[in-house]
C-alpha cells in the first residue's frame, strides 16, 4: 500500500506552493489490523482534504468502503470533493493489471498511467496525498520480485516528480525464514520504516539485531517528524484558510515571473480563473506601459528586497485597468536561496476614487475661498464706506440736526416768556407742545448717536466693579433719590469684564425705566443684586412697575419699540436697545423676566472678573 502528498513550500503570505522537483520521500510502515490502517489512513487523507489537497486512493473494495466512512465520520463531503476533481477513487487489481507484463510492472506504462494520475492534480497546483495496494496485492500474490521491482519504479518516478510516498505491508504476510532477505531489500527501497509495533512478530535474519536497532532509531525519528508534520498541517489548514477567503488577491510566482499560485481574491479583482493564469507570465496583467515596472521588480526580489505598498495599474481579463497597492516578498527554500516571490495586491481604486474626489472638493473649495474672500474684500469695503458715512451722518446729525431743534426749543421759551400774556389758553398750549417735541426730538437724537457710537466704537473690557458703579449711577440722577424712589442695593456687588462707558450707559437706562414704568401715584421701589453663574455675572435690576405682558417682551430690545403710548409714559423707543447692544458688544446678553401685573426684572449678564 502506498500514500503520497506532494513536498511543498508555502509561498510567504502568498497562499501558493512551489513545487521542488527531487524532494520526494518514501515511508514504510508494517500493520497488523485493517481498522488501525483506515484511521490511520482517514487521518492522514482527512486533514489534506480539508486543507484543499488532492488525493488519489489505489485499494480494494474493502478498503474504499471502509475509508470513505472514516472520511466522511470526520464531516468531509465526498460527492463535493469528487465534484471538484479534489478526490479519485481506483480499483487496485484493475489499475494494477494496466501496467503488468509478463508478470512485472512494465516501467513506461507505469509511468504513463500512475504518473498521469499524479500529472493531473500537480498541474492545478493542488498539493496530492494518495494511497494504494499495488505492492501489498503483488506480495500476498506471492509475486516478491514484482513486488520489489514496483517499489523501484516509484522511486524513480519521485526523480522526476516531488512527492512522498508512504507504503504498508500487512505484517502476516511474512514468513520469519523464507521473506527475510526479502524483507530487508523491502525496508532498503524506503528513506524511512516505522518497525512493528509487535515487537518480535517478523522474520529474524542473521542480521535481526543491527536491523533492529537501525528500524528503532528511524521509527524514533519518524514519530518526531509526523508530530510535527500534524501540527504543520494544522497551521497550513488555517493559513490556506487565510488565503482562500482573504479579499486581497495573494499570487506565487517564480524569479522568471511565471505565476504558480492564484486565490480567489485574485480571482475577483483580476477576472482570471486559475488555470487561466497559472504557468503564464505575470506580465499578461500589466499594461505595456508599464512593463519596465516587472524588470525592476524582478532585480529586486532577486537581492532580497522587500516591496511594500507600491502603488501601481494593472489590467484585468477584461481589458479594464485596475489601480492597485502591491505587496512582495521573497520565497526561499530550505538552503535559503531565494526561488521565488509572493506578492498580495489590494485592489485601491475605491481609495483612489475617493481622494481623487477629495483633491477635486479641495480645489473647488479653495476657488469658493477665493471667490468669497473677494467678496467679503468688496463688502468689507463696501461697509467701511457706509461705515464713514455714517460717521459723517452722526456728525452731522449731532451738529446740524440739533442746532435747529434747540433753536426752535428757545425761540418758543423766549416767545412764552415774553409775548405770554397776550396768547390765550389754547396759544400758550401750543407753545408748550413745541416746547415739549423739541426736547423729546434732541433726546431721540442723542439716543440714536448713543446706540450708533455702541456700534462702531472699540471696546476693550477691563475689570469694573458694579457696587461701585450702581452707587455713582444713582447719585447722578434726582429721580432716583429719595423721596421720589427708594432703590436698595442687595449685599455687595461682585466686578465684571466689561468697558466701563458703554456698562454704565446699560445700568443708566435700566434705572431711569424702573423709576419711570410705575402705576400713578406709586413711589418707585427697585431692587438691586446680583448672582454668579459658571464664571458668569447676572446682574438683576427688580421694579414693582406695570410690567410688561409675556406677549409683548420679545420685542423690548429691538430699535423704536415701544409697549406703552408715549402720552403716558416718555421715551424715545431706544433706551433698550441700548442696553441689550451694549451688554452684546462686551460678550454678554440681557433680557427680561415679567407676569405683566407685578413689576419687571431685567437683567445683564457678563463674564466675572478674575479675583485677586
Not at 190 to 204: E, K, W
Not at 248 to 271: Q, Y
Not at 343 to 359: F, M, P
Not at 524 to 544: C, F, H, K, S
Request: include cysteine; aromatic fraction near 6%.
Amino acid at each position: 500500500m502506498y500514500m503520497t502528498e506532494n513536498s511543498l513550500d508555502i509561498g510567504s503570505g502568498s497562499g501558493g506552493h512551489l513545487i521542488r522537483p527531487g524532494s520526494s520521500k518514501h515511508f514504510v510502515q508494517f500493520y497488523e489490523h485493517d481498522e488501525k490502517l483506515v484511521k490511520s489512513l482517514g487521518g492522514f487523507l482527512g486533514s489534506g482534504l480539508g486543507a484543499g489537497d488532492g488525493a488519489i486512493v489505489i485499494a480494494t473494495r474493502a478498503h474504499r468502503d471502509a475509508l470513505e466512512e472514516q472520511l466522511t465520520a470526520q464531516g468531509i463531503d465526498l460527492d463535493r470533493v469528487k465534484l471538484r476533481g479534489q478526490y479519485t477513487s481506483l480499483d487496485a487489481a484493475e489499475t494494477l493489471s494496466k501496467f503488468m507484463r509478463n508478470g512485472l510492472p512494465d516501467e513506461e506504462l507505469f509511468n504513463q498511467i500512475i504518473g498521469g494520475q499524479l500529472a493531473r492534480v500537480m498541474k492545478t497546483g493542488r498539493p496530492l496525498r494518495a494511497f494504494g495496494e499495488m505492492v501489498a496485492l503483488l506480495w500476498m500474490d506471492g509475486n516478491a520480485k514484482a513486488a520489489i521491482q514496483l517499489e523501484k519504479l516509484w522511486n524513480n518516478l519521485a526523480k522526476i516528480r516531488s512527492f512522498t510516498l508512504f507504503c504498508a505491508y500487512p505484517k502476516n504476510s511474512f514468513d520469519q525464514a523464507k521473506d527475510a532477505e526479502a524483507f530487508t531489500r523491502i525496508c532498503n527501497e524506503h528513506s524511512r520504516v516505522i518497525s512493528p509495533d509487535g515487537g518480535d512478530a517478523l522474520p529474524r535474519p542473521r542480521n535481526w539485531l543491527g536491523l533492529i536497532a537501525g528500524l528503532e532509531e528511524k521509527t524514533t525519528s519518524l514519530e518526531t517528524q509526523i508530530v510535527q508534520h500534524h501540527q504543520d498541517c494544522g497551521i497550513s489548514q488555517k493559513l490556506a484558510a487565510i488565503v482562500e477567503f482573504s479579499d486581497d488577491a495573494i499570487i506565487s510566482k517564480d524569479l522568471n515571473g511565471v505565476i504558480l499560485s492564484w486565490n480567489k481574491g485574485a480571482e475577483r479583482i483580476f477576472g482570471y480563473l486559475p488555470h487561466e493564469v497559472i504557468g503564464k507570465p505575470i506580465t499578461i496583467m500589466i499594461p505595456p506601459d508599464r512593463l519596465d515596472e516587472e524588470t525592476v521588480i524582478l532585480a529586486r526580489l532577486r537581492k532580497g528586497d522587500h516591496i511594500d505598498h507600491y502603488e501601481t495599474v494593472r489590467r484585468r481579463k477584461d481589458g479594464a485597468s485596475v489601480e492597485i497597492s502591491l505587496c512582495i516578498s521573497p520565497i526561499k527554500d530550505g538552503t535559503g536561496k531565494i526561488v521565488g516571490a509572493s506578492k498580495i495586491a489590494r485592489d485601491i481604486t475605491g481609495r483612489k476614487e475617493i481622494e481623487r474626489a477629495l483633491r477635486d472638493a479641495r480645489e473647488q473649495l479653495a476657488r469658493v475661498n477665493d471667490d468669497l474672500e473677494r467678496r467679503i474684500e468688496e463688502r468689507t469695503s463696501s461697509l467701511r464706506e457706509a461705515i464713514s458715512h455714517l460717521q459723517e451722518f452722526s456728525y452731522s446729525v449731532s451738529h446740524d440736526l440739533r442746532a435747529p431743534v434747540r433753536a426752535m426749543q428757545g425761540y418758543a421759551r423766549v416767545l412764552r416768556e415774553d409775548y405770554g400774556d397776550r396768547l390765550d389758553d389754547n396759544g400758550k398750549e401750543y407753545l408748550d407742545r413745541i416746547i415739549r417735541g423739541g426736547a423729546r426730538m434732541d433726546r431721540l437724537v442723542q439716543d440714536i448717536l448713543t446706540y450708533t457710537s455702541l456700534s462702531r466704537r472699540e471696546i476693550q473690557l477691563q475689570p469694573v466693579s458694579l457696587d461701585q458703579l450702581i452707587h455713582d449711577t444713582v447719585q447722578q440722577f434726582p429721580q432716583m433719590q429719595p423721596p421720589r424712589a427708594e432703590i436698595v442695593i442687595q449685599g455687595k456687588l461682585p466686578s465684571v469684564m466689561a468697558h466701563e462707558a458703554s456698562l454704565s450707559q446699560a445700568i443708566s437706562n435700566l434705572l431711569n425705566n424702573a423709576v419711570k414704568f410705575v402705576a400713578p401715584g406709586a413711589l418707585p421701589r427697585v431692587r438691586i443684586r446680583a448672582e454668579r453663574r459658571d464664571g458668569q455675572v447676572r446682574l438683576w435690576v427688580e421694579d414693582n412697575g406695570i410690567g410688561i405682558q409675556p406677549k409683548h417682551q420679545h420685542r423690548l430690545f429691538g430699535m423704536f419699540e415701544r409697549v406703552h403710548h408715549h402720552a403716558i409714559y416718555e421715551g424715545t423707543g431706544i433706551g433698550l436697545a441700548i442696553v441689550r447692544r451694549a451688554a452684546e458688544r462686551m460678550g454678554g446678553s440681557a433680557g427680561v423676566e415679567s407676569d405683566g401685573f407685578t413689576g419687571s426684572s431685567f437683567w445683564i449678564q457678563l463674564a466675572a472678573a478674575a479675583t485677586a
